[in-house]
């Protein structure tokens, strides 16, 4: 069964950093592209980052280049996103999804099997 958690949310002052992990399980995961997503309350779930099968080849979104660096380690099926020099306006739920693909496409229902998500709390 495909199985995807999340984890490492976590409440910060702005300014500060969180690294979350996103354990994958049932499925090959070396194959397929990972994407991190975030939702704030009362807004769309918007892409952050995706990554391709190797690593070799990353996306963020334009809010966060510079601040956040996403990874993967295949060997122990897990995604990583680490997030330094956070601001207010990081604070969501954030989500782990897969690509239906070995590249990370442009649209979000492009991704299934969601995470159940972890709360990130930027406020002072």
Not at 25 to 32: E, H, I, L, T
Not at 69 to 74: A, L, M
Not at 88 to 117: K, L, M
């Amino acid at each position: 069964q495909l199985q995807l958690v999340e984890s490492g949310g976590g409440s910060v002052q702005p300014g500060g950093s969180l690294r979350l992990s996103c354990a994958a399980s049932g499925f090959s995961f070396g194959y397929f592209a990972i994407g991190w997503f975030r939702q704030a309350p009362g807004k769309e779930r918007e892409v952050v980052s995706c990554i391709r099968t190797s690593g070799g080849s990353t996306n963020y979104a334009d809010s966060v280049k510079g601040r956040f660096t996403i990874s993967r380690v295949n060997a122990e099926n897990t995604v990583y996103l680490e997030m330094n020099s956070l601001k207010p306006e990081d604070t969501g739920v954030y989500y782990c999804a897969v690509s239906r693909n070995s590249y990370c496409p442009t649209a979000i229902t492009d991704f299934h099997s969601w995470g159940q998500g972890t709360q990130v709390t930027v406020s002072s």
